[in-house]
């Protein structure tokens, strides 16, 4: 966080915050490497907002280190790390314009009035702000108030850029617009970003990689399909999107992966029975799971009735339930669902070994 | 919309009492006073253009500004400083600044000026002290001219300045401070540039009902003015109820009133009257 230019390497160490009797955040470690878009995702209250506080320097951790290039900067105050930071609210300054607040930075840096003009100039164009610089935040629209936030956040050349929830004012078509250009930006200057969102969706098309959190806890960091095909518990793989969940029994390893009977029917698993072994849930995620006339042999599938039906246009969602209870949801082709429903009876559903993962049996 | 309008219709009767009792015992007794300001001693506008030759109503106009102005600057400054303890301090440091604001308004600004007085004339502490430490001699004036009267106003006034103060100040976005901050901004630095610009609407609301509530000031004056720092209203009082010069008082009751009214519409165009308390 401290040369200009560079992108930072973060390494925290054994971070806790408790506020009174509350734990915000438990052992958290983690490094975040040089460059990468790093995603902090979790329901609120989850702890990824406090890391974020902790990483600007606004909060001070109750245990652990902190890490910038190797340099310990737990005890650094915000003003000395000048991580670049996006607040949700933009948090501008309401009485300087729009170039007034992309050069605090910069004066505050006392750099010369004619690099302070040329490095707003080129910040300013660089995110389609022409035209805006005399205004005030107050005669802008949210996509534009946020633009200006991102500009006063990068042009000091800060070793990371935190961003707390930045789209969350703003609506749907302009979060897509203002993503890919957080994307851009950050291919451009190469910074470390470290992103924290509770929309999943986002956190999966943005990040190189993405860290869950839930109460305080981190639950698995990784690249955007490894959380989403091969997460390491129930609530990361129900929180990345919508799964289906089937008991499993008699979990074995096997050749190739594992294998167990799910409602009296041997199924396989590419992955391997590593933490589970007995008792499991299959999770399966909707789209990888296809209605069937018949499951062939040595092929996973369990039998199903066909209840209910929601269509999507692209495709239709699918409610079924197995013969022993499971409510399980798939995504199909339209057709295949007017099929499936106007039969009435059972159908089978079918899925490649490889994508079905294990979980722990109950709890998280 | 209907909604609108019942609360709007409300809003209006409850205002309604206040209202109607401005108007007859203020407005309508003040219209008496204007008809004066015309009629006394002879119909015309004599009056107006005594004022403007005066020698005497004009020092006491210029005195009354001046105090004003200084009164002004040094209880919004005073009072800035105390604001910003009670809205950003500790727990603690609330309670006292609390008790520091809240205290002055139970006693009465007549007890106040003889406390002061007590307190600045020749034989009072501040003098008795310094002089049985041996720091001064002859006995400092500190009352009885404008120095005590600029005193005693500012300590009347710092807590009217602190409300519209501490509006601003606890309207302000937090995350913005924090901004200026994670930007490299020292903690000085985002007081003046960030800070103090942002509470700017509480500043100009507390300058100007200090402004206003000085130029009428009559009791504090009088007392710690000693006859000597005579200001507008006190002349006023001189005029109407000492010398029979009825026609004069009313005219620069009148000149005081549309000033005053004249601060107000400009304060107004600045701030909303809800940033004021």
Known sequence: ?364 | MRGVLSDRMGAALLMAPLLVFLALAYAWPFLGVVKWSFTLPTPGLGQYQALLTDDLVQSVFIRTLRIAAIVTLVSVTAAYAITVVWVRGTPAQRLIAEFCILVPFWISVLTRAFGWVALLSNRGLINTWLQSIGFISEPLALVRNEFGVVVGMTHFLIPFAVFPLASAMRSLDERVLLAARGLGSSRMRTFWEVFVPMTRSGIIGAAMIVFVFSLGFFVTPAILGGGRSVMIAELIYLRIFQSPDWGLGAAISVVLVLFVSALMAILFRYVKPKQLV
Not at chain 1, 99 to 115: G, M
Not at chain 1, 320 to 348: D, F, Q
């Open chain 1, 1 to 364: 966080m401290q040369q200009p230019g560079r992108a930072a390497e973060i390494k925290a160490i054994g971070i806790g915050k408790s506020f009174g009797s509350f734990r915000a955040l438990d052992n958290l470690t983690l490094d975040i490497g040089r460059g990468e878009f790093l995603t902090l995702l979790g329901p609120s209250g989850s702890g990824k907002t406090t890391f974020l506080m902790i990483l600007a320097g606004f909060v001070q951790p109750t245990e652990g280190r902190l890490f910038s290039d190797g340099t310990d900067i737990t005890d650094r105050p915000a003003e000395q790390r000048a991580a670049g930071m996006v607040f949700q609210g933009y948090a501008l300054f309401p009485h300087m314009s729009v170039e007034q607040n992309i050069a605090f930075p910069l004066k505050v840096r006392k750099k010369s009035a004619a690099e302070i003009k040329r490095r707003v100039g080129e910040m300013i164009e660089r995110v389609g702000l022409v035209g805006h610089a005399k205004k005030l935040p107050s005669q802008l629209s949210g996509g534009q108030q946020q633009r200006v936030a991102l500009a006063r956040a990068l042009v000091f050349e800060p070793g990371v850029l935190l961003l707390d929830e930045p789209f969350s004012a703003l609506d749907k078509s302009l979060r897509g617009q203002m993503q890919a250009e957080m994307k851009r930006l950050h291919q451009e200057t190469g910074t470390t970003f470290v992103f924290v969102t509770h929309d999943q969706s986002e956190a999966l098309a943005l990040s190189s990689r993405v860290a869950i959190f839930n109460h305080g806890k981190l639950l698995q960091v990784g690249a955007p399909d490894e959380v989403y095909d091969r997460p390491d518990n129930r609530f990361v793989a129900e929180f990345l999107g919508e799964i289906n969940m089937l008991p499993l029994k008699g979990v074995q390893p096997a050749d190739n992966g594992s294998m167990g009977l799910c409602e009296d029917r041997a199924v396989n698993m590419r992955c391997k029975a590593e933490k589970v072994r007995g008792d499991a849930i299959l999770a399966i995620r909707p789209e990888h799971m296809s209605i069937a006339r018949e499951a062939a042999v040595g092929e996973n599938g369990i039998a199903a009735t066909a209840i209910a039906s929601t269509y999507l246009g692209a495709a239709t969602k699918l409610d079924l339930t197995t013969r022993e209870g499971s409510r399980v949801t798939v995504s199909v082709p339209n057709e295949v669902a007017a099929a499936a429903l106007s039969k009435g009876n059972s159908v089978w559903l079918t899925w490649p070994a490889e994508k079905g993962f294990l979980l722990p049996d109950g709890g998280q």
